[in-house]
């Protein structure tokens, strides 16, 4: 079955550090592949998003993702995270369909805290 | 501002009773989409509506029903409510309903069941 995961349930960074936050997929293709962001109290709002071609992504706020065929991955990153930065991060995968219905499945999320 | 309108923002119910929530999507969009929110299950698909029709149905339960009306909003009926319906549900829209499309998100709406 299709499935996505993010096996970091919680993060906890100083502020200035690198960050990395995982995201494995599992579908016999390679989907659509999306990370979000939501803030505390908001909806998610997209950061980047994959389809094909070059295989580092940039996306809004600084971040990049990587993905990575072999690994079944698509891990987001940033170099230097800010404050501003804490928040939950969604993985996404969009499937065509194999049986006539489209899937967008979520991860289950990371939850990012950064230490001043 | 992400242009989908979800209300109410908060409600608070009992079990047993019934409720509506309502999504308008964002100007152009077709596609609607039904997300739960909970702590212990993460962002769980319910179902997805494109102009009107039904297009994908995710793990919703039967208690639970929605509809897409001609002006494109949508929504959400979840009756026979239980404790554990509490979360957040989420409405986002796209254009046509692809999964190569950014999902646009309302910021939801907090439902409690006491």
């Known amino acids: 079955a299709q499935s996505v995961t993010q096996p970091d349930i919680h993060i906890t960074v100083s502020e200035g550090a690198s960050l990395e936050l995982r995201c494995n997929y599992s579908?016999?293709?390679?989907?659509?592949l999306f990370w979000y962001v939501q803030s505390p109290g908001q909806g998610l709002q997209l950061l980047l998003k994959?389809?094909?071609?070059?295989?580092l992504v940039q996306g809004i706020k600084g971040f990049e993702a990587e993905f990575k065929r072999s690994q079944s991955s698509f891990n987001l990153r940033k170099p230097s995270v800010h404050w501003s930065d804490a928040a939950e991060y969604f993985c996404?995968?969009?499937?065509?369909?194999?049986?006539?219905?489209?899937?967008?499945?979520f991860g289950t999320g990371t939850r990012l805290k950064v230490l001043a | 501002d992400s242009g989908v309108t979800q209300t109410p923002k908060h409600l608070i119910t009992a079990t047993g009773q019934r409720v509506t929530l309502r999504c308008s999507p964002r100007?152009?969009?077709?596609?609607v989409y039904w997300y739960q929110q909970s702590l212990d299950q993460g962002l769980q698909f319910l179902i997805q509506?494109?102009?009107?029709?039904?297009?994908a149905k995710g793990n919703i339960l039967e208690r639970f029903s929605a509809q897409q009306f001609p002006d494109l909003h949508s929504e959400l009926n979840l009756s026979s409510l239980e404790l554990g319906d509490s979360a957040l549900y989420f409405c986002?829209?796209?254009?046509?309903?692809?999964?190569?499309?950014?999902?646009?998100f309302g910021s939801g709406t907090q439902l409690s069941v006491l």
């Open positions: 986002a829209s796209s254009g046509t309903g692809r999964p190569n499309e950014k999902l646009f």
């Open positions: 579908y016999g293709a390679t989907p659509y």
């Open positions: 994959y389809f094909s071609g070059d295989t």
């Open positions: 996404a995968v969009g499937l065509s369909p194999t049986s006539g219905t489209y899937k967008y499945i």
């Open positions: 100007s152009g969009d077709l596609s």
């Open positions: 509506y494109y102009n009107g029709e039904e297009r």
